[in-house]
């Protein structure tokens, strides 16, 4: 009874996979998600870079690249590490939210959640990563180091990031619709 209940679920597998997932839409999730985490990453970076160059303290896994490699691959090896870590999360992310567009009964409710773990990780993650920038450019306010630059950055790579996870929603909402248009015509 089991294996025919799960066989009923994807029987129809490949003629719903292919046309259902919308493998484009959801690059582009991950694409815009990318993007808007690097324009704060660039940020995170000028801010972190004014700080080593003021001899200002940063945390003991900056420290030991910088020691390693020097001051601009060091910090920039510090950012792309969390970056990576970044990208993992939602590579899974995105394709649990690809796998739940399989599902024979119940896809709504699993693409609309899976849709929300996206979108609310992205937006905690980049929340996180503006927090750390205001916080390097405090830190350079309290020293008296000039922050001007990494608060300008921080603004225009902030309204940057903030323009393509809009962008991601937008994309994962017209995702959704099309989704539900198609598989309302299938039956």
């Given at each position: 009874?089991?294996?025919?209940?799960?066989?009923?679920?994807?029987?129809?597998?490949p003629r719903r996979i292919l046309p259902a997932t919308k493998v484009r839409?959801?690059?582009?999730?991950?694409?815009?998600?990318?993007?808007?985490?690097?324009f704060l990453a660039s940020s995170q970076y000028l801010a972190v870079?004014?700080?080593?160059?003021?001899?200002?303290p940063v945390d003991s896994g900056t420290a030991t690249l910088i020691a390693a490699y020097g001051p601009g691959l060091g910090?920039?090896?510090?950012?792309?590490?969390?970056?990576?870590?970044?990208?993992?999360?939602?590579?899974?992310?995105v394709v649990i939210l690809s796998l739940s567009t399989v599902l024979k009964t119940g896809w709504r409710w699993a693409y609309a959640f899976s849709g929300m773990m996206v979108s609310?990780?992205?937006?905690?993650?980049?929340?996180?990563?503006f927090l750390v920038v205001l916080e390097w450019i405090s830190t350079l306010q309290n020293n008296r180091v000039d922050s001007s630059n990494a608060y300008a950055s921080l603004f225009w790579f902030g309204?940057?990031?903030?323009?393509?996870?809009?962008?991601m929603?937008?994309?994962?909402?017209?995702s959704y619709g099309n989704l539900r248009e198609q598989i309302g015509r299938q039956g």
């Open positions: 009874m089991i294996r025919q209940e799960r066989w009923v679920l994807f029987r129809d597998l839409e959801h690059l582009g999730v991950y694409l815009l998600a990318s993007l808007s985490n690097a870079s004014s700080a080593v160059a003021s001899y200002l910090i920039f090896l510090a950012v792309f590490l969390n970056s990576l870590v970044f990208q993992g999360i939602l590579a899974a992310l609310g990780f992205v937006g905690y993650w980049l929340g996180a990563r309204l940057a990031s903030t323009i393509f996870y809009l962008a929603i937008l994309v994962l909402r017209k």
